[in-house]
């Protein structure tokens, strides 16, 4: 059996295709390919997992009329058709049993000419509410499977539409609290609070926890803090806190990153974490049962994040808050709050267990296994 797996652009698009990836090579001995963007972060995560990936020279869409946006869109066009000849060229070769798209550019061309070709074909969506990708190809695969009951009403054709969850990867299982802490090298009994803004990062909010981590380190560490600030935005991070006097050296509880590669474990450890509100960080901190602040991103197609996040706050599970409405000081007087109201963790703990899915991966591999003659 082969299966071809595309996605790209961002992690939360990437892990939940690895997370499949895997369940299909450990149970059916399957021959795996991945497909992503030339260029995309996708060709480091996933060689590191130990898979193969070919890549498409693909690129978004803007949605301004802009002089900018339109010679960046005239150029998309272009790599559109170079992309759907390279992704020929990649099925000629590969001859997959089964493609499946888990979200970015890449999985349209590749997806697409699949589906044309009569090749099994599904797509995961994991957001609310479906990016321009999932849409137009929902339109030509067999399946469409659906992160949440909500996001259906969302899709033309009901019959397609299987309602999984997310996939989150085994090993975000496979540890307790006090064993992820002994790998970290943590030996006393502080706090960890976990912050990631998503893997690129995301400027405003980085430049919030500049004011955060002084905090933090004028309130003599409190607790640990894995503080992942994403690719783009280590250097200026960094430069700032430079800025304030700050020697991270001198604060050893500290511990700021570029990218968190051992998330399963960092988040394991964790009593609250930090974080956007793309669907697959949702459904890792769900699938755990994580309390967490939430704080969705507002530069995202029809404000999914926070349609994410209310699925989760509503019900008790997270602290939403806007990012307007933020600052490096707020952000530190929630998280004293929350970490000194023990019960309250718990609560928000109880909560996400009671609504999380914790067998997407599952689910998602009957439905995929189900196309396949």
Avoid at 85 to 112: M, N
Avoid at 289 to 313: C, D, F, G, M
Wanted: proline share 5%; glycine share 8%.
């Amino acid at each position: 059996m082969k299966v071809l797996f595309t996605c790209g652009g961002t992690a939360g698009h990437i892990n939940p295709g690895l997370a499949l990836a895997r369940m299909f090579r450990e149970r059916d001995g399957a021959e795996i390919l991945f497909v992503g963007a030339k260029g995309g972060m996708e060709e480091q995560l996933i060689p590191r997992e130990g898979f193969p990936i070919r890549t498409v020279k693909i690129s978004s869409f803007y949605r301004s009329l802009s002089l900018s946006a339109i010679r960046h869109n005239l150029g998309t066009l272009k790599n559109l058709l170079t992309s759907r000849r390279e992704a020929a060229r990649i099925l000629d070769e590969f001859r997959p049993d089964l493609v499946v798209g888990t979200g970015g550019y890449a999985s349209y061309p590749v997806v697409q000419a699949a589906a044309k070709r009569g090749i099994p074909t599904a797509v995961h969506e994991s957001n609310a509410f479906p990016g321009l990708t999932t849409k137009m190809l929902a339109k030509v695969v067999d399946k469409v499977m659906v992160g949440f009951e909500e996001s259906r009403a969302h899709y033309p054709d009901p019959s397609k539409v299987e309602v999984t969850g997310t996939p989150v990867r085994g090993d975000f299982f496979s540890l307790s609290r006090q064993e992820a802490r002994a790998l970290l090298g943590y030996t006393d009994d502080k706090p960890v609070v976990l912050t990631t803004w998503g893997s690129l990062g995301a400027q405003v909010m980085n430049d919030y926890m500049v004011d955060f981590v002084a905090r933090e380190c004028a309130e003599g560490q409190p607790f640990h803090h894995i503080y992942g600030v994403g690719k783009r935005y280590y250097s200026r991070v960094m430069e700032k806190l430079a800025e304030k006097g700050i020697d991270l050296k001198q604060y050893p509880l500290v511990d700021v990153r570029e990218y968190i590669y051992d998330m399963p474990v960092c988040m394991a450890a964790a009593d609250v974490v930090l974080s956007r509100a793309g669907a697959s960080t949702i459904s890792e901190i769900s699938a755990i049962a994580k309390a967490s602040i939430l704080v969705p991103s507002p530069n995202v197609t029809a404000n999914h994040q926070e349609k994410n996040a209310r699925v989760l706050s509503d019900q008790g599970g997270a602290v939403l808050m806007l990012e307007p409405e933020c600052s490096g000081e707020r952000l530190y007087q929630q998280v004293s709050a929350m970490l000194a109201d023990r019960a309250g963790l718990e609560e928000m703990s109880a909560v996400l267990a009671r609504v999380s899915v914790t067998d997407a991966n599952e689910r998602i591999y009957q439905v995929l296994r189900g196309l396949i003659k």
